[in-house]
């Protein structure tokens, strides 16, 4: 068994999604605690310096060209197990089958889909301006300084971004469709390691839903915060 | 008795053979008695359609107890109709009502290609089983039952994962007509035992080899297949399948 079959296989490919699952979970985690700084009411000083370190040092900088890797290994393989898999059936049902599963479980590529579409902008709007400003006809943030280190004011990005109600409403829409996404990729993606049977089911399942729940509700809170300015 | 008997309107899949393409005929039985079996309503369509001098409705059917998996139909949007672990054959016509209209398809999935009407060919799933659903060694003759001590956890996981009677209503209920439930159960019930240790790398990684080259779809972990299983196969099972592959993957030559 060669490594190219193991992981070409239905199971293989199931374990490239649920490893790249579990990698985007952990990002979504340091993501919505970095980003967690802007509450600190601090005119965006500790925000700033947070990105500036992500920015400016090795370690964040490896593991975004990783992140990237496994954002792209993520969707395309997803995309690709979903037309499979419905090419598997190639005459349909004339009632579904519905009470046996979620709605969102079998509608993972569709809410994918939505996320993908958010990370488009979201990137547009702060990852490209961050990263690459001041190339070509990019615009480059502005900056602030801090004990003589100039530091991307991000900060004053998100507040210039989120004074749009529709980039708010999209935003948050977003973090509905990874609400529900996580819902059942926390849970699925334990399950494809193999890390559910009975002493861990309970745990992973409350945890799944936790997990759902509390992270897109930090992030939803970002830009609302900004919106309805509840942060100075 | 008259408050005991029904008249339904069926909607019954049609077709000839695997190479021709079907269709919804809609048939009227009355006087269905509560007491009857799904299969027993069938029978009476049939024996109708003959003495009317049409083709009786062809659906696959054995010990009509629920014990051997040859039972199929996808009755009203679920395997095995609306009760919960239970097999056709064990469906009454009590969980039904008068005037009702029931639509009964086939399993559908392409490596179930009809073979007519209400009947599939379910032999992939043979295939899957003879790629190493078995243990070869040679155990000698039968061995008094406790001379191998077994966990008694482990003996019950593997007894209730091999309550699996194979008969696809998984593959059936799945969006991506996976077998990995099936597939799950069969790869459980031996690994699960020290008999089946001597062969458990191979047996994994081979059997799912075989059901992709069947063509099933792969597991998303919907859990579709655990809340139609006639048997109540747990989906921890694939959790357990996936784990047997990971191991077996990553330590095979």
């Given at each position: ?15 490239v999604m649920g490893f790249t699952g579990i990698f985007l979970i952990l990002f979504l985690i340091v993501h919505a605690g970095l980003n967690a700084t802007i509450w ?6 500790m925000f700033?310096?947070a990105g500036?370190f992500m920015g400016?040092n090795?370690v964040p900088r490896v593991l975004e060209i990783g992140l990237f890797l496994f954002i792209f290994l993520h969707i395309i393989q997803g ?25 969102y479980s079998?509608s993972m590529a569709l809410l994918g889909t939505l996320i993908l579409l958010f990370l488009i902008a979201h990137i547009y709007h702060f990852w490209?301006?961050s990263r ?22 991000l900060?004053?990005?998100m507040?210039?971004v989120f ?5 708010v409403?999209l935003y948050v829409l977003a973090c509905g469709s990874l609400a529900y996404h996580l819902a059942h990729g926390f849970q699925s993606a334990f399950k494809t390691i193999?890390v ?7 745990i992973i399942t409350s945890m799944g839903y936790g997990f759902a729940i509390l992270i897109p509700l930090l992030f939803a809170l970002m830009p609302l915060s900004f ?6 | ?220 972990n ?32």
């Amino acid at each position: 068994m060669t490594f190219k079959q193991m992981f070409t296989s239905s199971v293989g490919k199931k374990l490239v999604m649920g490893f790249t699952g579990i990698f985007l979970i952990l990002f979504l985690i340091v993501h919505a605690g970095l980003n967690a700084t802007i509450w600190a009411n601090d005119g965006g000083l500790m925000f700033n310096k947070a990105g500036h370190f992500m920015g400016s040092n090795a370690v964040p900088r490896v593991l975004e060209i990783g992140l990237f890797l496994f954002i792209f290994l993520h969707i395309i393989q997803g995309y690709l197990l979903t037309l499979e898999n419905k090419s598997k059936r190639a005459v349909g049902y004339a009632v579904t089958y519905k009470d046996g599963s979620k709605w969102y479980s079998r509608s993972m590529a569709l809410l994918g889909t939505l996320i993908l579409l958010f990370l488009i902008a979201h990137i547009y709007h702060f990852w490209t301006p961050s990263r690459l400003g001041g190339i070509a006809n990019i615009k480059a943030l502005g900056e602030m300084e801090h004990n003589g280190v100039k530091l991307h004011n991000l900060y004053a990005e998100m507040d210039i971004v989120f004074t749009n109600p529709y980039v708010v409403i999209l935003y948050v829409l977003a973090c509905g469709s990874l609400a529900y996404h996580l819902a059942h990729g926390f849970q699925s993606a334990f399950k494809t390691i193999g890390v559910y049977n009975k002493r861990y089911q309970a745990i992973i399942t409350s945890m799944g839903y936790g997990f759902a729940i509390l992270i897109p509700l930090l992030f939803a809170l970002m830009p609302l915060s900004f919106y309805f300015d509840w942060i100075k | 008795m008259s408050q005991n008997t029904m008249n339904l309107k069926l909607k019954v899949w049609r077709q000839k053979n695997a190479n021709t393409t079907g269709a919804f005929v809609t048939y009227d039985v009355a006087g269905i008695s509560h007491e009857m079996s799904f299969l027993e309503m069938l029978d009476i369509l049939n024996e109708k359609l003959i003495v009317d001098g049409g083709e009786p409705v062809a659906f696959d059917h054995d010990c009509r107890e629920g014990i051997c998996g040859m039972c199929s139909l996808y009755i009203n949007g679920k395997p095995h109709g609306p009760w919960q672990a239970n097999t056709t054959c064990q469906l009454h016509m009590r969980a039904f009502k008068d005037g009702e209209t029931i639509v009964i398809e086939p399993w559908r999935a392409n490596s179930f290609p009809i073979v007519k009407d209400l009947t599939v060919d379910r032999s992939a799933f043979d295939r899957i089983i003879q790629a190493g659903g078995y243990v070869s060694v040679n155990t000698g003759n039968a061995v008094d039952g406790n001379s191998l001590p077994i966990e008694k956890d482990k003996a019950d996981a593997s007894f209730a994962a091999a309550m699996c009677i194979g008969c696809g209503a998984c593959v059936a209920a799945c969006k991506n007509s996976s077998a990995m439930l099936f597939l799950s159960a069969k790869v459980s019930h031996l690994a699960l035992l020290p008999q089946g240790a001597i062969e458990r790398k191979s047996r994994v990684l081979n059997m799912v080899a075989q059901m992709d080259k069947e063509g099933f779809g792969a597991c998303t972990n919907t859990g579709a297949c655990e809340a139609t299983c006639p048997k109540e196969i747990s989906i921890s099972n694939i959790a357990r399948l996936n784990l047997e592959y990971l191991g077996a993957g990553l330590t095979a030559e």
